[in-house]
């Protein structure tokens, strides 16, 4: 059973630059979560994404927005980096319509950092 | 707005003993449910239980079990027989109003020593 996959699995990247996180849902799930965990901190939820829409928006700028793809992958995108964005991005996956749908399974994350 | 706190930043134990980790949560909700999930250095956030708030029983996982006490808005995580791949940073989280958000607390570094 495939879990949740997520690219790559570290980023570098420089002020005002933009990028793209990818994230591949566990076997069988619909729908995606990004959170943010600063380091020594819980995350923090971005968005979720089901039926290829944006479900719900947690408390972050614009400048991060996100996609969901018909196989039902994920991406997040974020635009002009600060210094402030570096973080691990965290996917978690869940089966939207199912009794246990309220539990997400996390993927191994990507560290970004900005310079 | 849902909260969720961890008092204890860092505890410890030793192999085959018992640990006890604590948290608390606050929500307006009747019905809800709640998480803990272990982090160990690798970073893969794994998920240890889950509680439902309708459900009196508390949840267990072969040496993972929790009290969950509804009115106290407490729910710890005990770890018996403790094993040195249980050191991990230790988070609780409840899943927000609308189903598709977990809200998490700070987090509880959990220590091993053989």
């Known amino acids: 059973d495939a879990g949740v996959t997520q690219s790559p699995t570290h980023l570098i990247k420089t002020r005002g630059q933009q990028v793209t996180l990818r994230c591949s849902p566990k076997s069988g799930h619909d729908t995606v979560s990004w959170y943010q965990q600063a380091l020594g901190q819980g995350p923090q939820f971005i968005f979720q994404?089901?039926?290829?829409?944006?479900?719900q928006r947690g408390n972050f700028p614009d400048r991060f927005s996100g996609h969901q793809f018909p196989n039902y992958s994920s991406e997040l995108n974020v635009n002009a980096l600060l210094l402030g964005d570096s973080a691990l991005y965290l996917c978690?996956?869940?089966?939207?319509?199912?009794?246990?749908?309220?539990?997400?399974?996390f993927g191994p994350g990507t560290r970004l950092l900005v310079l | 707005a849902q909260t969720v706190t961890q008092s204890q930043p860092e505890m410890s134990v030793q192999e085959a003993e018992t640990v006890t980790l604590s948290c608390t949560y606050d929500?307006?909700?009747?019905?809800?449910?709640l998480f803990w999930y272990k982090q160990p250095p690798s970073r893969q956030m794994i998920l240890v239980i889950r509680q439902e708030a309708y459900k009196q029983q508390n949840a267990t996982e072969n040496r993972f079990s929790v009290n969950f006490q509804k009115a106290a808005k407490s729910f710890s995580l005990k770890i018996s027989d403790s094993q040195l791949g249980d050191a991990a940073m230790y988070f609780c989280a409840i899943l927000n109003q609308a189903g598709t958000a977990l809200i998490f607390g700070k987090g509880t570094t959990l220590s091993v020593s053989s």
């Open positions: 929500t307006s909700e009747s019905d809800y449910y």
């Open positions: 978690a996956s869940s089966l939207a319509g199912d009794t246990y749908q309220e539990t997400q399974y």
């Open positions: 994404y089901y039926e290829e829409e944006e479900r």
